[in-house]
């Protein structure tokens, strides 16, 4: 079992900024990515970012500029800073891990629990 847990999130003003941490425990060999996807009420679940193990990171497109994405590999940790932080950024973000849990077993995904982030004046 993995365990991600999820800190950071608040209210916050238009233009503010807001630091995201998820750190990954338990029984996993892996991690080969890991990430921070966001729900807002009534809309479709979307990835914000992905950084893997060696690096690779993608955004999407209504936060590059504004967010980054990075990450501990050594701490199994992942952070999302978020910059110019506008209403429409308001959601519960959700931290999530592709691992396995043996070598060269099958990947999973994994979520925390789920952080909301208010943008409000």
């Known amino acids: 079992q993995v365990q991600l847990v999820e800190s950071g999130g608040g209210l916050v003003q238009p233009g503010g900024s807001l630091r995201l941490s998820c750190a990954a425990s338990g029984l996993f060999f892996k991690i080969n990515a890991m990430g921070w996807y966001r729900q807002a009420p009534e809309k479709q679940r979307e990835l914000v970012a992905v950084i893997s193990s060696g690096g690779s990171i993608n955004y999407v497109d209504s936060v590059k500029g504004r967010f980054t994405i990075s990450r501990d590999n050594a701490k199994n940790t992942v952070y999302l800073q978020m910059n110019s932080l506008k209403p429409e950024d308001t959601a519960v973000y959700y931290c999530?891990?592709?691992?396995?849990?043996?070598?060269?077993?099958?990947?999973?995904?994994?979520w925390g629990q789920g952080t909301q982030v208010t943008v409000s004046s």
């Open positions: 999530n891990a592709l691992a396995s849990k043996i070598n060269g077993g099958s990947l999973y995904n994994y």
